[in-house]
């Protein structure tokens, strides 16, 4: 498809089990970002990739967060020893580039530690 | 710190009216601001970018402004459908991070 693609759509964990999320960014697109937004709350910036710069992680909540981006590609944000105030929704976002581009959003991942 | 706030947090008319969504945001250091649509169980959908150096941006029954100076940025939604309900969220670029606002939620009563 043409759009950002994200997997799974739905994940139901059990607590202190690590889960990977995927994101699919738009083809050509060089900006990959992850917000995450919890019951309730706004949208919480996670992480940001630019190409083959270093990532931004000043987002990530903790170090049991951490997220890669294959070949200036695929992404995948893993969170290790899932904790209950982990479940939220997991969006994942791409753009052109940073700055003064439109960013496009995935369906997000929604993740649940029971 | 940027900080951006919707007003109101939630929004009821009656089909076919016009109607104004408001965004704040505390600083004017801005690249763009989006404005966005979540349904429920659903991503994002992108319905106006709105440029720093710009004062609006229309799309169909959308007219979105930004002004710069007062830190204020409003979605006109005219003769308003159904379909549109939905959580409206506006996000300021700064700095390559989106800064979001908490959201104004929708309903358009038939």
């Known amino acids: 498809g043409a759009g950002v693609s994200q997997s799974p759509s739905n994940k139901v964990t059990e607590k202190g089990k690590d889960v990977e999320l995927r994101c699919d960014p738009i083809s050509g697109h060089t900006a990959l970002y992850w917000y995450r937004q919890s019951l309730g709350q706004g949208l919480e910036f996670l992480i940001y990739?630019?190409?083959?710069?270093?990532?931004?992680k000043s987002g990530l909540p903790s170090d049991r967060f951490s997220a890669e981006r294959t070949g200036g590609s695929v992404s995948t944000l893993t969170i290790q020893r899932t904790q209950q105030e982990d479940s939220a929704v997991y969006l994942c976002?791409?753009?052109?580039?940073?700055?003064?581009?439109?960013?496009?959003f995935g369906q997000g991942t929604r993740l649940t530690v029971v | 710190k940027q900080e951006v706030t919707q007003i109101p947090a939630a929004l009821s008319v009656p089909e076919g009216e016009n109607l104004v969504l408001n965004c704040s945001f505390t600083d004017s250091a801005i690249y763009n601001l989006q404005w966005f649509r979540q349904d429920p169980g659903k991503g994002l959908t992108s319905l106006l970018l709105?440029?720093?150096s710009q004062r609006e941006q229309t799309s169909g029954r959308l007219n979105a402004s930004l002004d710069k100076s007062s830190g204020r940025s409003t979605l006109y939604i005219a003769a308003s459908q159904p379909g549109d309900s939905a959580t409206y969220l506006c996000?300021?670029?700064?700095?390559?991070?989106?800064?979001w606002g908490a959201g104004t939620k929708l309903i358009i009563k038939p």
């Open positions: 976002a791409s753009s052109p580039g940073h700055q003064n581009t439109e960013a496009f």
């Open positions: 990739f630019q190409g083959n710069s270093a990532p931004d």
């Open positions: 709105i440029q720093s």
């Open positions: 996000a300021v670029d700064s700095n390559y991070q989106l800064i």
